[in-house]
């Protein structure tokens, strides 16, 4: 039985990576989908918020000289491509999927609007929103809270490659403490830890939406996140 009714899922763009160094991984991004499929068999209804740093990152580009507002602008055409790519392996496994966008291209995904992906959720289908928030200078880590609050999702799963917070990265110092709990206080104040950024962190803080951090690579984990299973680090 699922502990929640609606969640948003935060996938990086580095995620759609899986062992490649650059672009899409086709096999990765299928098992994602059957584990995303599993979750979504439980109960719950699943929107997803993809990022775009696999194919190309504004921020980036933007220290080589490339003017901040259209790299961002390439950074958001970058998510609807790994959207299209995701919501072809979901259907793949027999799930209906919906892309909505918020920067219009009508012939690949459904522009966004609030009420028709409610709609979409309520259905039962996976609902992917692309083209972050249609605006450059914010990240998609903000637009997942500003989708989660618009859309009533009670919860913002974020999968990661670890599992959970630490206080340090636990790849390079061995002595790094896993966190069980946190607030989003804590959260922002604390430069080390990064879970999503502050602007985010302060939409979640003042409309009291938790964020789970979960290691999204080991199997099952998706919908034990979504049943309410002891996982990660939750920030409340």
Request: glycine share 8%; hydrophobic share 40%; proline share 3%.
């Amino acid at each position: 039985m699922p502990k929640y009714k609606r969640v948003l899922l935060k996938l990086s763009g580095e995620t759609f990576l899986g062992r490649r160094q650059h672009g899409i991984d086709p096999e990765f991004t299928q098992w994602l989908a059957r584990e995303i499929v599993k979750a979504a068999k439980s109960g719950t209804q699943i929107a997803i918020i993809v990022g775009g740093g696999n194919i190309f990152r504004g921020t980036a580009a933007a220290e080589h000289g490339l003017e901040r507002t259209v790299g961002d602008y390439i950074g958001m055409l970058a998510t609807i491509m790994n959207s299209l790519a995701l919501q072809a392996a979901l259907e793949k496994e027999n799930q209906h999927a919906r892309v909505l966008s918020a920067i219009e291209i009508k012939d690949v995904a459904e522009p966004y609007i609030r009420r028709r992906a409610i709609r979409h959720l309520e259905k039962g289908r996976v609902v992917i929103f692309a083209g972050g928030t249609g605006n450059p200078y914010f990240t998609t880590d903000t637009a997942a809270a500003l989708r989660a609050l618009e859309t009533e999702c009670v919860i913002i799963l974020k999968g990661t490659k670890v599992d959970g917070v630490y206080t340090k990265d636990p790849h390079k110092f061995k002595d790094a403490k896993k966190l069980e709990h946190l607030s989003l206080k804590e959260a922002i104040t604390d430069k080390q830890i990064g879970v999503l950024d502050n602007s985010a962190l302060s939409l979640c803080m003042d409309h009291k939406i938790p964020i789970l951090v979960f290691n999204l690579n080991k199997e099952g984990n998706i919908e034990k996140a979504v049943s309410g299973e002891k996982l990660g680090t939750l920030i409340s």
